[in-house]
């Protein structure tokens, strides 16, 4: 697809500005077996930056496993029609290697590679069932070039505030 052919994306997250009810379900020890989900209950706030082509959210859980606190800066890069999507845990302040990817039919996909205990992965970010009063929010990690993929994080939110409040 030629650059000028693309869709211009940039506003991609607008249905998500605002206050969210989120519930989180996290997968302890990824890629290990494991079959141990803790669950958590909190916020996500989301604001717009720069007129929309970037917003910043905060995530704010709390459950038996302890709190998280992270923040997503997504940016969006206007060349390539994608977004870049930047996570932050409060727990170590690390800023990991960002998500890439776009919107298609109402679903976002996002990629990355990470790492395990230095082990080399592959990691999936995938918004789906997106209303103006919910979301669904996954991550998978692979560790076999992509062939399997295991769920390890996964977030429900709905919406506390009016759309556009």
Known sequence: ????????????????????????RRLRGPLTGSTDWVEYEGTSI??????????LLELDVNGPAGRIEGLSLR????DAAQWYLHFANAANGVLVLPAIGEFADGRGE?????????????????????????????????????????SNWVAVDTRIDEPGT
């Open 46 to 55: 989301v604001r717009s930056v720069w007129e929309g082509r970037a917003n």
């Open 75 to 78: 940016l969006y890069r206007p």
């Open 110 to 150: 996002f990629w990355t590679h990470d790492d395990i205990e230095g082990r080399a992965i592959l990691s999936r970010f995938v918004i789906s069932e997106i209303t103006s009063t919910s979301a669904r929010f996954e991550q998978a990690f692979s560790d076999d070039g992509g062939r399997s993929w295991e």
């Open 1 to 24: 697809m030629a650059k000028n052919d693309r869709r211009d994306g940039s506003h991609d997250f607008d249905w998500e500005l605002g206050a969210w009810r989120t519930h989180l």
